[in-house]
């Protein structure tokens, strides 16, 4: 393909791109992050604060906003990524995939903790402090580049998809921790009848933002300057305390 025909056919796709109506906002999230998003196990529908926010944001611009709650994790993120969704509803920024979505201002901020048997506590104060143990953590989840990176050279970690592998395997003692955000974790072994078994220890993995991220393909694209002033003004003016502590009082 020669250079001017591709030049010609980016700006062709760019203004095909944002020729398009954004009409209806089709969001995603993951099925399983206590309290940000879910899907409830007694009416088997989408709740949490990423969902409620997002519905706001909906109202304020006057779009339709769909959820689609039940894809796993990885395969929504590539729907994402291919425009099938217009967004995720919640997200970690890493330069990678920044390559590949584009990133609202943070509308919440979580911590990652890791989490071990009561009766195997130990001590915590540094990534350091984890080689030579065995850890877990969620299929296709990130902590943040300078986690990650230290995690892929200096750590044995390996993946499971839910919350109850991670804890069977746990309670037989084939890992020594898993990591997960902490009031994801807290709630489940609440739920559970877990929290004198299991506990999570001083030490955050990280404490990251939680982001919008679009996707490039999506004609709502063209509305993130627009959400970002929702965000900035929902956090002055009480909007998105009163849905964070809804979940979380």
Not at 88 to 96: F, P, Q
Not at 225 to 233: F, G, H, L, V
Request: glycine share 6%; proline share 4%; hydrophobic share 40%.
């Amino acid at each position: 393909m020669s250079r001017p025909f591709l030049i010609c056919f980016i700006l062709f796709f760019n203004v095909s791109l944002l020729a398009q109506e954004c009409k209806v906002l089709r969001v995603g999230g993951a099925p399983g992050w206590y309290p940000v998003s879910y899907v409830d196990e007694g009416t088997n529908k989408p709740k949490g604060i990423a969902y409620d926010f997002a519905k706001v944001i909906g109202k304020k611009l006057n779009l339709e906003v769909k959820v689609y709650a039940s894809y796993p994790w990885k395969r929504m993120l590539k729907y994402v990524k291919i425009g099938k969704l217009d967004l995720v509803t919640a997200l970690y920024w890493t330069r990678e995939r920044e390559k590949i979505y584009s990133y609202t201002e943070p509308y919440l901020v979580n911590e990652a903790r890791v989490f071990v048997l009561k009766s195997k506590k130990f001590k915590l104060e540094k990534y350091e402090d984890l080689i030579g143990l065995r850890g877990h953590t969620p299929f296709g989840g990130t902590y943040g580049d300078k986690f990650d990176s230290f995690a892929k050279t200096n750590l044995n970690l390996t993946h499971a998809s839910t919350k109850k592998q991670h804890v069977l395997l746990l309670m037989k003692e084939r890992v020594d921790y898993f990591i997960l955000d902490f009031q994801d974790g807290m709630i489940y072994l609440k739920q559970n009848g877990l929290e004198n078994k299991i506990i999570a220890l001083d030490y955050p993995i990280s404490t990251t933002g939680v982001h919008f991220a679009f996707s490039k393909q999506s004609p709502c694209l063209k509305l993130l300057d627009s959400i970002n002033q929702i965000i900035i003004d929902s956090k002055s003016d009480g909007t998105l305390d009163s849905i964070i502590h809804k979940y979380t009082k």
